[in-house]
């Protein structure tokens, strides 16, 4: 049964095949490969970098490239993904291994990176039928999830070789003013939470609490999970935004995604995952957990969660604008700006009853 549980992709969609003969040529030219035919297919969720898997003979692969109509480069740089990914290589075992980086757009339209496929469950907003999510694994697992994090924090950055990754000097002011700005160049519609949101978080910045690797956009649905024992994390993909910065900037980024179970109706609809079934850390006590397994205490946690769902909103709103624009032909964003006005909204509640769970009670 636990097969049945594997995170498995789907037909292509419709614009955004790959070329199929270039790229089995490039790929046997550099792995060695004989006359084997190359099969595609897609891993279908995410909204950003698109993901396939690529099935070589006997060998199974995963591709990612940039999303089609991606005008923001340094959001989609996959030969920096590449290049963490690889310096994590016997530094961070749960790193998927990567095996080749290819900036020849010829090949399929774009720079891309191929890893090897790590096969696991993926928990989604829809488990896999038949998947005991009991309170006791989902209490586990959500402990294993806050652990993994402070595990990356703890991440020696001079042994993988990633010191120079980015600025972390700054880097709360910079994020703050980065994603406003980024909000003004997508915005597509008057959403007063955002306004508001995007002051508040001005006027209230913390101080630096340090820097270390941080991975940018840590949640359940980028997690590869041992089917056979859950709570046992095999991989944490999608290190397109990483670098190094403030940790607890990390973890409020994390909160945005856990959606609990008391939460406002219309922010528990967004079904982000799982992280409302009985069992889960409630966010405050993932802060606590945090700090207990990290050393570091969240003085300021309304402010860091406020941050987690205003970037996750302009992340989603500049996903929405692509759409508007006629960049995307990917239906699924049809309705994204509903996000935008959840989080927002849900954000200015934080704000006003001082506190980062509980926010559905009044």
Same mark, same amino acid.
């Given at each position: 049964?636990?097969?049945?549980?594997?995170?498995?992709?789907? #037909?292509?969609?419709?614009?955004?095949? !790959?070329?199929?003969?270039?790229?089995?040529?490039?790929?046997?030219?550099?792995?060695?490969?004989?006359?084997?035919?190359?099969?595609?297919?897609?891993?279908?969720?995410?909204?950003?970098?698109?993901?396939?898997?690529?099935?070589?003979?006997?060998?199974?692969?995963?591709?990612?490239?940039?999303?089609?109509?991606?005008?923001?480069?340094?959001?989609?740089?996959?030969?920096?993904?590449?290049?963490?990914?690889?310096?994590?290589?016997?530094?961070?075992?749960?790193?998927?291994?990567?095996?080749?980086?290819?900036?020849?757009?010829?090949?399929?339209?774009?720079?891309?990176?191929?890893?090897?496929?790590?096969?696991?469950?993926?928990?989604?907003?829809?488990?896999?039928?038949?998947?005991?999510?009991?309170?006791?694994?989902?209490?586990?697992?959500?402990?294993?999830?806050?652990?993994?994090?402070?595990?990356?924090?703890?991440?020696?950055?001079? =042994?993988?070789?990633?010191?120079?990754?980015?600025?972390?000097?700054?880097?709360?002011?910079?994020?703050?003013?980065?994603?406003?700005?980024?909000? $003004?160049?997508?915005?597509?519609?008057?959403?007063?939470?955002? #306004?508001?949101?995007?002051?508040?978080?001005?006027?209230?910045?913390?101080?630096?609490?340090?820097?270390?690797?941080?991975?940018?956009?840590?949640?359940?649905?980028?997690?590869?999970?041992?089917?056979?024992?859950?709570?046992?994390? $095999?991989?944490?993909?999608?290190?397109?935004?990483?670098?190094?910065?403030?940790? !607890?900037?990390?973890?409020?980024?994390?909160?945005?995604?856990?959606?609990?179970?008391?939460?406002?109706?219309?922010?528990?609809?967004?079904?982000?995952?799982?992280?409302?079934?009985?069992?889960? !850390?409630?966010?405050?006590?993932?802060?606590?957990?945090?700090?207990?397994?990290?050393?570091?205490?969240?003085?300021?946690?309304?402010?860091?969660?406020?941050?987690?769902?205003?970037?996750?909103?302009?992340?989603?709103?500049?996903?929405?604008?692509?759409?508007?624009?006629?960049?995307?032909?990917?239906?699924?964003?049809?309705?994204?700006? #509903?996000?935008?006005?959840?989080?927002?909204?849900? =954000?200015?509640?934080?704000?006003?009853?001082?506190?980062?769970?509980?926010?559905?009670?009044?």
């Amino acid at each position: 049964m636990s097969r049945d549980w594997i995170d498995q992709p789907r #037909e292509v969609r419709n614009g955004e095949e !790959l070329d199929v003969v270039k790229l089995a040529a490039f790929l046997r030219e550099r792995l060695s490969g004989g006359a084997e035919v190359l099969k595609v297919a897609q891993f279908p969720r995410g909204y950003s970098n698109l993901t396939y898997l690529l099935q070589l003979g006997p060998r199974e692969l995963v591709l990612r490239r940039p999303p089609i109509g991606a005008r923001i480069k340094s959001a989609h740089d996959m030969g920096r993904e590449f290049r963490i990914l690889s310096g994590l290589q016997g530094v961070y075992a749960q790193a998927p291994k990567p095996l080749i980086y290819c900036e020849d757009e010829s090949v399929i339209g774009a720079p891309f990176y191929v890893m090897e496929r790590v096969r696991g469950v993926i928990l989604r907003a829809h488990p896999p039928s038949g998947l005991a999510l009991t309170p006791e694994v989902m209490r586990r697992l959500s402990e294993s999830f806050i652990d993994n994090l402070a595990t990356i924090h703890a991440v020696d950055c001079g =042994a993988a070789g990633l010191g120079e990754l980015g600025r972390p000097e700054g880097y709360v002011g910079r994020q703050v003013e980065g994603w406003a700005k980024r909000y $003004l160049n997508a915005r597509t519609d008057d959403i007063a939470a955002m #306004e508001k949101l995007a002051a508040w978080l001005d006027r209230r910045r913390p101080g630096e609490a340090g820097a270390c690797l941080i991975h940018n956009d840590y949640k359940y649905d980028n997690l590869v999970l041992d089917a056979e024992n859950l709570p046992n994390i $095999l991989a944490t993909l999608d290190w397109e935004m990483s670098t190094l910065g403030d940790p !607890l900037m990390d973890l409020g980024s994390a909160l945005g995604y856990w959606v609990d179970a008391d939460d406002p109706p219309e922010w528990r609809q967004q079904a982000f995952g799982v992280t409302t079934l009985p069992g889960n !850390l409630s966010r405050e006590q993932l802060v606590e957990r945090y700090a207990l397994r990290s050393g570091r205490a969240m003085p300021e946690p309304v402010f860091y969660y406020a941050y987690g769902l205003f970037k996750i909103a302009v992340i989603v709103q500049q996903i929405y604008a692509r759409y508007r624009q006629g960049l995307t032909k990917d239906e699924r964003f049809a309705g994204l700006i #509903e996000i935008v006005r959840a989080a927002s909204g849900l =954000a200015v509640r934080a704000i006003e009853l001082g506190r980062i769970s509980r926010l559905g009670l009044g």
